[in-house]
């Protein structure tokens, strides 16, 4: 037995630990802190504003994240921070201000542009103090070593992976999560079950990944729909965060599939939002992929609490996916046809996923490589 495990950060999780970000700041030995965030959780972010700046620090705020952020963002971004001289960078949000902040960080002592740092270890210089705060139950990026950045002349989704890649201090509060609608509550839920399960059937599984993703898969299929119907609910949000957290835990060592090889096209060409995108195809990809590992998919369903002794692993099977199917159908995640993708686009996204595994991409670790025939297959499934 041989693997390499490890996470980027320190994590502090718990009901209320978001007001203590001035002290954990603080206490890094930081004055001047750039804050990364977007418009839409404003009235959040400038809670945590409140308490840098009640612990002493200047703070310059950046709330022009989007989603899917694109090497434009982050180059201007970038330029901003080093024009303030900052001390660290503090990131709130969803995946995309995470990523956003992660990408800047690498800028702030590595040369731009932004894309020569696509694939793994291209960093090459120490990066500054990150502390990620999420607000979303879904990425987990606050403890991965990836950062998602969209690459606007070549029209793809740039993984940049590895060192100094990741956030130094996670802080990690349900409480943060309580304001998500239930469409966002449901399509980050299910990003962070499909982070879970692809990281559990990788090719470069491993004991502490998988640990980390089977519990994982049982608190979030376990919450997400109670967290969707009820918001305000906060051992389900406690369960959420706390699965995506743990999702990141383990795909940030054991990485995912094809799931997300053919979500990350999606949301360049066709502007679906990556969770969205990755709840539409999880069903189709594990059905996609059961033949290759049938014990594990009969794993994962009994982590989402199914009975399944006594079944025929075919049956196992059928019962693990289906469920998966149900999840979508009881939290409303749309078809692709539903969210305004055509028929027509099919052929370069298929494309776009093959060239994804080619450059070492999400799909490279599935645990079967998908042709083109069978990729367009998984599309017309999921229309």
Known sequence: M?????IPCTVFFGEGKAKEVGGIVG?????????VYDKGIAKVAAGIVNSLKAAGMEVIEYDAVVPNPPDTLVEEAAQKCREAGVDAIVAIGGGSPIDA????????TNPSPIHQYDGLNKVKNPTKPLIAIPTTAGTGSEVTTFAIVTDTTRHKKMIIAGQFMGANIAIVDPELTVGMPPAITAATGMDALTHAIEAYVSILRQIPADVNALKAIELI???????????SNIAARSNMILGSTMAGFAFTNAVLGLVHGIAHPLSVRCGLPHGVAN???????????ASTVPERTVDIGKAMGLKLEGLSQEEAIKKTIAKVR?????????TLKDVGVEKTQFEQLADDTLRDGAEGGASMFNPRQATKKEILAILEAAF
Do not use: R
């Not at 041989?2 to 490890?6: D, S």
């Not at 709840?279 to 992929?289: E, K, R």
């Not at 149900?326 to 749309?334: D, G, Q, T, Y």
């Open 27 to 35: 206490g890094m030995g930081v004055k001047k802190v750039f804050c």
């Open 279 to 289: 709840a539409i195809l999880l069903p189709y990809v594990m059905d996609f992929n």
């Open 101 to 108: 902040a992660k990408a800047i960080n690498v800028l702030l």
């Open 221 to 231: 299929s376990g919450s997400i729909e109670t967290a969707t119907a009820d918001g």
């Open 326 to 334: 149900e999840l979508n159908k009881n939290i409303k995640i749309p």
């Open 2 to 6: 041989e693997f390499v495990y490890g």
